[in-house]
């Protein structure tokens, strides 16, 4: 299996820019965030979605719509019970509350899901690329990469470490809370023991191939901004701001009677 | 003569915290266009060496180092590693890790981007190298999809572009199946026939060695044998003493007497020679050897696993085998086959419960995997897997080893005796108390056995128990899962390294693209040397050199007690 989230579907959305596409990505947070009436982040959720169908990667949310889900009844169920508001729904919970938790949770969600066509369609070196343009310098740019490729080979490597230890007979499902965690415990260290051991490996390759021999370097890739760019870059900023003046000025869109 | 492209002169290398030093006075000159080959066992310094190339030793690594390492007439330790990188390519052993980019075209590029090469040139580089290594087509793929064998070439490839003069890799076969490092091998004639390009290659594998100029030998960190290759391949005694596995044509006609300078080294020259010494193998002895394989066939008990109509398909559509039968009796000890991915692992994870069918059925003890689960099927069949690493966790070995008893919530005595009994079957007893992650690859590698053992399981399915072993280290595993077998447990390998196969499996089962494509004995299935190599296998010298002589034999030993004459 391949760990990676990145699919190589070639698509006009996949060909922008990465510097644009970490624009739509930031503006998509706070397209999140300035509504609050679930109403409202619904149509937010709807854009992202169909951002992520003209891009073709939305095959991607099978391998996530269990932190999703989870995150969305988390969050419906946690904020119904300690938030409270003024019209009562049944018990000591209000109508308020439980749109609040709702909204939270499309927040959370729209969040995540943005990331995962951003990555679904960005490749580790283009972000790196994107960020040293704007002029990040190279080293932590790489760094950031880094941090993206390690997390599924991180994820790859504990599948097969759970593999090993079940057929040693550890059982992860039975138990309480705590014994649970405890469980973890001979996946954990061999993870953090083989991650150490592969990523020392990784930066002797580095310093071999002659990673920071000099200041400066050539990439590969070669990116530029393009008619596209500016043309998803202009309609975005307008929905953007369109949205915001709705918000702020307009007053919709956000949520009445709810206190903590 | 000009300068020689490497000159080291007394190095000796201390890692920081250790007493013994890895490198100890070692002294070596390479010429420009030479092919060498570094030999030793697990420990003597040989990835040391390599390092000590482009100056991660002593700018990376952390120690002391005495001496003086010359690249191209430059001192290691008047430069930085990425500036000798442009000269030395380093390839490690662990290509996984060495592997970062998101596809096949980029991760060629990274060097030559940090080298500063203008971008026409760089596509044009990144267009040849992969030409060189065969991956052409592959630009776009993520290297994460591709097989071993791809990955290794693709690590060189990533090295090659950067167009070192001097191109050093370290173990570069390790980890590949037959047809992978067939490939390596492809890469590394080409490159040798180049006068541009020093070739230093730290192998293991003594039957890839034969192309080589010269092989150095290394011991305790130091050097003890650094002549042209054939000279030290007809040294058996000098290989057998450093842990390096000998030509098994030259170790046959070694015991048998023949002067070292005249030994032949492969399974062609080894017939000649046989034939000129008129020497006959006695069929009425190797009919003894066929007689007693099949008494031991009458000696299994009952069926323990039964496959039937097996076939797999991952989530994402490949199919990893398809209409598998077979099975498997007590006291067998069986070896599973096959090039990367023809469905050898997915096929034993089916034992043990650690995959589902998706069409037929796997019984274990008479009853469907399926309903008996992982955790009580792993009392009857155990899994060690390939890595060590990936399971060890505790402080202590004993801790370590006490794992699965303790989990299975035995009582303390029953736990401590089952834990002296494991640490006695791997030969570690009285080691209890150690730390299990400052111990060899190899112990760590008993430790995991062991740890299966100490649950007692009547099946032991081991996958790749000998990778990343030395010789000698291979040998000690290997005799401890006969007597494993030999104690009454069943034992399933699966495996590239031929010759294990060949001297301790009693039957053999060759994958072929999720399919069982030959099984029998494992005489049987080695005589089909044609079969074998459409399942991308090749069988050890000895077995080519009987299979050449009408009589397939197993291991030298076979060889010496069936042949007359002289």
């Known amino acids: 299996m391949d760990p990676s989230l990145y699919l190589d579907r070639g698509t006009w959305v996949h060909r922008l820019d990465p510097r644009t596409k970490m624009f739509l990505l930031i503006g998509s947070f706070v397209l999140a965030f300035v509504f609050l009436n679930p109403l409202y982040l619904l149509g937010v959720l709807a854009v992202v979605l169909l951002f992520g169908y003209l891009a073709g990667v939305l095959v991607n949310l099978r391998r996530i719509w269990f932190i999703l889900v989870a995150i969305a009844i988390v969050s419906a169920i946690l904020w119904s019970i300690f938030g409270s508001g003024r019209t009562p729904l049944f018990l000591f919970v209000e109508r308020e509350a439980v749109t609040y938790g709702i909204g939270v949770a499309l927040r959370i969600d729209i969040t995540i899901i943005a990331g995962m066509i951003f990555l679904s369609t960005t490749r580790n ?21 880094t941090a993206l490729r390690l997390v599924p080979t991180i994820v790859a490597t504990g599948l097969t470490i759970s593999q090993a230890q079940r057929s040693r007979g550890l059982d992860l499902e039975s138990g309480n809370f705590i014994e649970r965690i405890r469980k973890h415990l001979p996946l954990l260290v061999p993870v ?52 915001i003046a709705l918000r702020v000025v307009g007053g919709y869109g956000g949520l009445e009677g709810f206190t903590r | ?22 490198l100890d006075g070692i002294n ?61 390519g380093l390839v490690f ?129 130091k050097i003890v044998a650094n002549r042209p290759a054939r000279e030290v391949l007809q040294d058996v005694k000098l290989l057998e003493e450093s842990s390096v596995m000998p030509l098994q044509v030259a170790r046959f006609f070694h015991e048998r007497g023949t002067e070292d300078e005249q030994l032949p080294l492969t399974p062609e020259e080894g017939v000649e020679e046989f034939e000129r010494r008129g020497w006959r193998v006695s069929p009425e002895r190797h009919r003894e050897l066929v007689e007693a394989d099949e008494e031991r066939e009458q000696s299994y008990g009952e069926t323990l696993i039964e496959v039937e109509g097996l076939s797999h398909h991952y989530p994402n559509g490949v199919v990893a085998l398809e209409g598998v039968d077979l099975s498997v009796r007590e006291g067998e000890f069986l070896a599973v086959l096959g090039q990367n991915g023809s469905g050898k692992t997915t096929l034993v994870k089916h034992f ?34 390939q890595n060590p690493d990936h ?21 303390e005595g029953e736990i401590g005796e089952r834990v002296e009994e494991a640490l006695t079957a791997v030969s570690m007893e009285g080691r209890g108390d150690e730390d299990p992650f400052g111990l060899t690859k190899g112990e760590r590698q008993r430790v995991a056995v062991a740890s299966i053992l100490a649950v007692r399981p009547e099946v032991l399915i081991l996958d790749e128990p000998t990778t990343g072993l030395d010789y000698a280290e291979q040998r000690s595993m290997m005799e401890l899962i006969r007597r494993l077998n030999e ?46 190599r459409d399942a991308s296998l090749r069988p050890p010298h000895i077995v080519s050199f009987g299979n050449a002589l009408g009589y397939p034999v197993l291991s030298v030993e076979e060889m010496l007690r069936v042949t007359e004459g002289g």
């Not at chain 2, 700018?59 to 030395?88: A, K, P």
């Not at chain 2, 052409?136 to 690590?155: I, V």
């Not at chain 2, 589902?356 to 309903?371: A, I, L, M, N």
């Not at chain 2, 004995?521 to 005589?527: D, L, P």
């Open chain 1, 125 to 145: 070196e283009e972000v790196a690329i994107g960020l040293v343009r704007l002029g990040i310098p190279y080293r932590f740019a790489f760094a950031v990469s």
């Open chain 2, 352 to 385: 043990n419960g650690l995959l589902k069918p998706t069409e037929g059925s796997v019984r274990v003890d008479g009853e469907e995997t399926v309903k008996q689960g992982i955790r009580r099927l792993g009392q009857r069949v155990g899994y060690v897997f």
């Open chain 2, 28 to 88: 070596l000159e390479v010429a420009e266009g030479e092919f060498v080959v570094i030999m030793g066992h697990s420990g003597a310094g040989k990835s040391t060496l390599c390092t000590s190339l482009n100056g991660l030793v002593p700018h990376f690594l952390r120690g002391r180092m005495e001496g003086e390492v010359r690249v191209g007439g430059r001192s290691t330790r008047e430069g930085r590693v990425g500036e000798f990188g442009q000269e030395v």
């Open chain 1, 192 to 243: 953090f023991v083989t991650t150490v051991r592969s990523t020392n490996v990784f930066s002797m390759a580095l310093e071999s191939k002659g990673f920071g021999a000099s200041p400066e370097r050539t990439y590969f890739l070669q990116i530029a901004m393009g008619r596209r760019d500016v043309l998803v870059l202009v309609v975005f900023v307008l929905l953007l701001a369109g949205c």
């Open chain 2, 487 to 532: 104690a009454g447990s069943t034992i399933i390998v699966v495996t590239h390294t031929m010759w294990v196969v060949a001297e301790y499996a009693h039957r053999a089962v060759v994958m072929r693209d999720g399919k069982v494509a030959l099984q029998g004995s494992v005489r049987e299935v080695f005589a089909e040397e044609d079969e074998l």
């Open chain 2, 391 to 411: 399971q060890i966790f505790s402080d202590t070995v004993a801790d370590e080893v006490a794992f699965g008893p303790k989990i299975r919530e035995m009582d």
């Open chain 2, 93 to 221: 052993q662990d290509f996984e890790a060495q592997l970062f980019s998101t596809n096949v075209a980029l991760e060629v590029a990274f060097g030559p981007e940090n080298f500063q090469v203008e971008h026409e040139e760089m596509v044009k580089r990144v267009e040849n190298v992969l030409r060189q290594v065969r991956l052409e087509g592959f630009e776009d793929r993520t290297p994460a999809t591709l097989s071993g064998g791809q990955k290794q070439r693709l690590a060189i490839a990533s090295v090659l572009a950067i167009q070192p003069r001097i191109l050093c890799l370290d173990e570069p076969t390790t980890d590949l199946d037959p047809m992978g490092k067939l490939g390596v091998f492809e890469i590394a004639e080409e490159l040798k026939n180049r006068d541009d390009v020093t070739l230093i290659v730290v192998e293991h594998e003594t039957e890839e060695t034969l192309d080589a100029d010269r092989i150095v030998v290394l011991r305790d960190g």
């Open chain 2, 1 to 22: 003569m000009a300068e020689p492209e490497v000159s080291i002169r007394n190095l000796t290398y201390r890692y920081r915290g250790r007493k013994d030093p890895a």
